[in-house]
């Protein structure tokens, strides 16, 4: 019993290792590309460039006018929050002054939370969508909303959201 109880415990123990250790490489993984370039450039995700950028107004318009829910392109922004749990979406400001959604291909990278202010350029798919009033909810308290404000969001958002396959932090 004492020899089966000691290697349950070894095995468990091997596992956390392991786990830890996939973790902290994904972790590792995800923030490797820290270092500025040249042009003092950080990357996340795939490595894009900064050219051919179309101004976000263009994109916009374009879905708008042509009703399209999804549209391939790469835009700059400012950014305007970052969730402040892990990275995991960020925020840019719209021509109209409101916030639109980025999120980071197949959940493949994150941000760094301060960059609020900061100049992106983001290459990947516009797109659509209908936010759930829980996803609504989950994202301001990500944001760090208080209460009071998450209680406030009752009804869903059709809007354009944005997921990006690279992101530039200028």
């Given at each position: 019993m004492?020899?089966l109880?000691k290697?349950?415990?070894?095995?468990l123990?091997a596992?956390i290792?392991?786990?830890?250790?996939?973790?902290n490489?994904t972790?590792?993984?995800?923030?490797?590309a820290?270092?500025?370039d040249?042009?003092?450039?950080?990357?996340?995700?795939s490595k894009i460039t900064?050219?051919g950028?179309t101004p976000l107004?263009d994109?916009l318009?374009k879905?708008?006018?042509?009703?399209l829910?999804e549209?391939p392109?790469?835009v700059?922004?400012?950014v305007?929050?970052v969730?402040?749990?892990?990275?995991c979406?960020?925020?840019l400001?719209?021509?109209s002054?409101?916030?639109?959604r980025?999120?980071f291909?197949?959940y493949?990278?994150?941000?760094?939370?301060?960059?609020?202010?900061k100049t992106?350029?983001?290459?990947?798919?516009?797109?659509?969508?209908?936010?759930?009033?829980?996803?609504?909810?989950?994202?301001?308290?990500?944001a760090?909303k208080?209460?009071?404000?998450?209680?406030q969001?009752?009804?869903?958002e059709?809007?354009?959201?944005?997921v990006?396959?690279?992101?530039?932090l200028?």
């Open positions: 004492f020899t109880n290697t349950l415990f070894f095995l123990a596992a290792v392991a786990i830890s250790a996939a973790c490489k972790a590792v993984k995800n923030n490797a820290n270092t500025p040249a042009k003092g450039y950080l990357y996340f995700g900064d050219q950028v107004t994109v318009n879905m708008e006018a042509e009703n829910t549209l392109a790469k700059s922004g400012t305007t929050g969730c402040q749990v892990k990275g979406w960020m925020t400001q719209t021509p002054g409101s916030d639109m980025v999120s291909k197949d493949g990278f994150f941000m760094p939370k301060d960059i609020s202010g992106v350029i983001i290459e990947g798919k516009a797109q659509k969508v209908t936010t759930s009033v829980d996803d609504l909810r989950h994202y301001a308290e990500d760090g208080s209460a009071d404000e998450i209680a969001i009752t009804q869903p059709v809007e354009i959201t944005f990006a396959d690279g992101v530039i200028k």
